[in-house]
């Protein structure tokens, strides 16, 4: 329901005047603010350990320019041009910025940056309610709403001391100076993550209207081309050398503070529907939704209401959830963790100091990945999920660590060129040619697949093969066709003990295609291994961990080259055929029942049975 067009008038009495009135004043008076035609200010800015820097232009009759340039030399541009015509263009190209929070953006952002925009707010704001006293800090705060319709409502804060701005939404506005007589903050900060640092003002520069307009699409496509050249690099160890080439700053994940939890559907395969990583849920009602925190992914930086409901425990299914499962750790506790074993891994930026991982990172380095990116959610997960110390599968083998990006982004797309994967993998047979004997690279995980047809197939393909030769498996999601090897991610049952066999079952993504026919195997061709409701190394800082309680292949390709480095120590002489036919004769078959019906799934690995089979030479057909 629209607000009536009277409303203003009913709202906006004389108290909301006088209090515009004592801003303006001491920001520096209305004939000096009525003076400045135009702004441009520019911020050294900061957000999580990213920074870049910031321009922002402002014209009358609302127009905005927002610039920012990252340290990796992409450059973000949004814009607008009136009342309307809203416009984002990054190096994955141009998009219109038609919804609500779009619209709610530019406005806070010209509440904070714009010196003149309080003074126009009762022409941008049709409603304007004065609520009353609020403390920010130990600072007396009145409170005002303006709103353009029920949807996009802003609450701004004013000290009553000074008079100036001092919150507008979740923007705080701090360390106030004087800039050519105008009362400017000079620090600003946007949640808990963004700070922006006052460099340079100008006012009254020329700007042409064509600034704030949207540029057309060839333009854009050929800023975006110019820029994705810039957005990746390579940094490697010097000649002979090995250690870490770089340390990417942690992810950041944090949001504004959830008011409903998000609905999980089970007839979408979109991964993340209930996605409350780094999420605040304080004052969350959630006590009768517990089908969707069976499915919810969340880390340790999600804050929870006090009430949980009853089957659900947070702390305990993520630690719970490190367990690498069906016995692996009973296998470390005899000596088998892959000590002496080589494993590598080609994935995204890893955060190299991650405690799960970092006492056995020998080498980090990046082949065309994003330049100076922080690190990415699948670099930390597959590392521990191979190698972490309470995650991993071989928490004692040597990881050996390439960030790459098989592609670059165009148009907001991946464009694959899997050429990259190719070096990538010669690089690292570069590496294992120098490491002393007894200390080899033995297998390397790739959670990715490339296909005929596929910019650099054939590429990787060759290398690959050179790989076989060099004695290092290559686990990738292509090993079907690569090696003749087959293998499938499992589901579990999160209230079963991730130990036994039995507490496993279809995978969250493939099990209806199973159940329907379309994706059905049969028990020998398989080897099935953990997928599902697995904690693992987040990205998002040294000690933090995440819970995914559903995977895909990507988390399942490091548990079977961490199982492949405990069957190396195990057994030396152990090839990439011997271990997975051993794997397959000791698996497990358990029934599937759904709808009356009864299907056979398997094979089920069996960690212990397969290294006691290797190590015994016995039950592999050797």
Same mark, same amino acid.
């Not at 130990?138 to 319709?149: G, H, K, P, R, T």
């Not at 999600?302 to 692996?328: C, H, M, Y």
């Not at 590429?459 to 790989?467: G, N």
């Given at each position: 329901?629209?607000?009536?067009?009277?409303?203003?008038?009913?709202?906006?009495?004389?108290?909301?005047?006088?209090?515009?009135?004592?801003?303006?004043? =001491?920001?520096?008076?209305?004939?000096?603010? =009525?003076?400045?035609?135009?702004?441009?200010?520019?911020?050294?800015?900061?957000?999580?350990?990213?920074?870049?820097?910031?321009?922002?232009?402002?014209?009358?009759?609302?127009?905005?320019?927002?610039?920012?340039?990252?340290?990796?030399?992409?450059?973000?541009?949004?814009?607008?041009?009136?009342?309307?015509?809203?416009?984002?263009?990054?190096?994955?190209?141009?998009?219109?910025?038609?919804?609500?929070? /779009?619209?709610?953006?530019?406005?806070?952002?010209?509440?904070?940056?714009?010196?003149?925009?309080?003074?126009?707010?009762?022409?941008?704001?049709?409603?304007?309610?004065?609520?009353?006293?609020?403390?920010?800090?130990?600072?007396?705060?009145?409170?005002?709403?303006?709103?353009?319709?029920?949807?996009?409502?802003?609450?701004?804060?004013?000290?009553?001391?000074?008079?100036?701005?001092?919150?507008?939404?979740?923007?705080?506005?701090?360390?106030?100076?004087?800039?050519?007589?105008?009362?400017?903050?000079?620090?600003?900060?946007?949640?808990?993550?963004?700070?922006?640092?006052?460099?340079?003002?100008?006012?009254?520069?020329?700007?042409?209207?064509?600034?704030?307009?949207?540029?057309?699409?060839?333009?854009?496509?050929?800023?975006?081309?110019?820029?994705?050249?810039? !957005?990746?690099?390579?940094?490697?160890?010097?000649?002979? !050398?090995?250690?870490?080439?770089?340390?990417?700053?942690?992810?950041?994940?944090?949001?504004?503070?959830?008011?409903?939890?998000?609905?999980?559907?089970?007839?979408?395969?979109?991964?993340?529907?209930?996605?409350?990583?780094?999420?605040?849920?304080?004052?969350?009602?959630?006590?009768?939704?517990?089908?969707?925190?069976?499915?919810?992914?969340?880390?340790?930086?999600?804050?929870?209401?006090?009430?949980?409901? /009853?089957?659900? =425990?947070?702390?305990?299914?993520?630690?719970?959830?490190?367990?690498?499962?069906?016995?692996?750790?009973?296998?470390?506790?005899?000596?088998?963790?892959?000590?002496?074993?080589?494993?590598?891994?080609?994935?995204?930026?890893?955060?190299?100091?991650?405690?799960?991982?970092?006492?056995?990172?020998?080498?980090?380095?990046?082949?065309?990945?994003?330049?100076?990116?922080?690190? !990415?959610?699948?670099?930390?997960?597959?590392?521990?999920?191979?190698?972490?110390?309470?995650?991993?599968?071989?928490?004692?083998?040597?990881?050996?660590?390439?960030?790459?990006?098989?592609?670059?982004?165009?148009?907001?797309?991946?464009?694959?060129?899997?050429?990259?994967?190719?070096?990538?993998?010669?690089?690292?047979?570069?590496?294992?040619?120098?490491?002393?004997?007894?200390?080899?690279?033995?297998?390397?995980?790739?959670?990715?697949?490339?296909?005929?047809?596929?910019?650099?197939?054939?590429?990787?393909?060759?290398?690959?093969?050179?790989?076989?030769?060099?004695?290092?498996?290559?686990?990738?999601?292509?090993?079907?066709?690569?090696?003749?090897?087959?293998?499938?991610?499992?589901?579990?049952?999160?209230?079963?003990?991730?130990?036994?066999?039995?507490?496993?079952?279809?995978?969250?993504?493939?099990?209806?295609?199973?159940?329907?026919?379309?994706?059905?195997?049969?028990?020998?061709?398989?080897?099935?291994?953990?997928?599902?409701?697995?904690?693992?190394?987040?990205?998002?800082?040294?000690?933090?961990?995440?819970?995914?309680?559903?995977?895909?292949?990507?988390?399942?390709?490091?548990?079977?080259?961490?199982?492949?480095?405990?069957?190396?120590? =195990?057994?030396?002489?152990?090839?990439?055929?011997?271990?997975?036919?051993?794997?397959?004769?000791?698996?497990?078959?358990?029934?599937?029942?759904?709808?009356?019906?009864?299907?056979?799934?398997?094979?089920?690995? /069996?960690?212990?049975?397969?290294?006691?089979?290797?190590?015994?030479?016995?039950?592999?057909?050797?």
């Amino acid at each position: 329901m629209a607000f009536a067009p009277e409303a203003r008038a009913a709202e906006a009495g004389q108290s909301i005047e006088a209090l515009l009135a004592k801003h303006i004043a =001491a920001a520096g008076g209305r004939e000096r603010l =009525a003076a400045i035609q135009s702004q441009v200010v520019t911020y050294d800015a900061k957000e999580g350990d990213e920074a870049f820097a910031l321009q922002v232009s402002f014209k009358p009759g609302e127009k905005t320019l927002l610039e920012a340039t990252m340290a990796n030399g992409w450059k973000v541009r949004q814009g607008q041009a009136g009342a309307g015509g809203r416009w984002r263009h990054s190096p994955n190209g141009l998009t219109d910025l038609k919804e609500p929070k /779009d619209v709610l953006e530019f406005r806070e952002l010209a509440l904070c940056l714009s010196a003149t925009a309080i003074p126009e707010l009762q022409q941008s704001f049709p409603v304007l309610k004065l609520l009353g006293s609020e403390k920010i800090g130990s600072n007396s705060c009145q409170v005002l709403e303006a709103s353009m319709d029920e949807s996009l409502t802003i609450k701004l804060w004013f000290d009553e001391h000074s008079g100036l701005l001092a919150k507008a939404g979740i923007t705080l506005l701090e360390d106030y100076r004087t800039e050519q007589g105008v009362m400017i903050p000079h620090v600003i900060r946007k949640g808990d993550n963004t700070v922006l640092k006052l460099k340079a003002v100008q006012f009254n520069v020329a700007i042409a209207d064509s600034q704030f307009s949207k540029p057309s699409q060839a333009e854009a496509a050929a800023a975006s081309e110019q820029m994705n050249e810039a !957005q990746y690099a390579t940094v490697v160890n010097l000649a002979g !050398q090995l250690g870490i080439a770089r340390h990417p700053g942690a992810a950041n994940f944090l949001k504004e503070p959830l008011q409903s939890l998000p609905v999980y559907k089970p007839e979408s395969q979109s991964p993340f529907q209930v996605d409350l990583r780094s999420s605040d849920l304080s004052k969350v009602e959630i006590g009768a939704r517990l089908n969707d925190l069976h499915h919810a992914d969340f880390d340790t930086k999600t804050i929870w209401p006090p009430r949980l409901p /009853d089957g659900f =425990a947070p702390d305990r299914l993520l630690e719970q959830s490190k367990n690498p499962g069906l016995r692996v750790r009973e296998l470390h506790r005899r000596g088998v963790t892959g000590k002496g074993i080589g494993l590598a891994i080609i994935d995204q930026t890893l955060l190299v100091d991650h405690l799960e991982y970092k006492d056995r990172l020998r080498c980090y380095e990046e082949l065309h990945s994003p330049a100076g990116a922080p690190a !990415q959610m699948h670099g930390p997960a597959v590392a521990s999920l191979a190698v972490g110390k309470t995650v991993g599968v071989a928490p004692e083998a040597d990881l050996y660590y390439l960030a790459e990006m098989h592609g670059a982004m165009k148009q907001g797309k991946l464009d694959w060129d899997f050429t990259w994967l190719a070096k990538a993998i010669d690089r690292i047979l570069e590496i294992n040619s120098a490491l002393p004997r007894g200390h080899k690279i033995r297998v390397l995980s790739i959670s990715v697949g490339w296909s005929p047809g596929q910019k650099g197939c054939a590429e990787t393909d060759a290398a690959v093969d050179r790989a076989r030769q060099a004695g290092v498996f290559v686990i990738s999601t292509a090993i079907e066709r690569t090696h003749k090897l087959s293998f499938h991610g499992l589901g579990r049952d999160t209230s079963k003990d991730p130990d036994l066999y039995t507490s496993y079952g279809l995978g969250s993504w493939w099990g209806s295609m199973f159940l329907a026919g379309q994706f059905r195997f049969s028990p020998g061709e398989r080897v099935l291994v953990p997928m599902d409701a697995r904690t693992t190394a987040s990205p998002t800082g040294d000690h933090d961990y995440v819970y995914y309680s559903s995977g895909g292949w990507s988390w399942s390709v490091p548990y079977l080259a961490g199982l492949y480095a405990l069957a190396c120590q =195990a057994r030396p002489d152990v090839t990439p055929e011997l271990f997975w036919a051993t794997a397959l004769k000791t698996g497990h078959v358990v029934p599937v029942e759904r709808d009356g019906k009864t299907f056979q799934l398997g094979n089920i690995v /069996d960690p212990v049975a397969l290294i006691d089979a290797l190590e015994n030479r016995i039950g592999s057909g050797d």
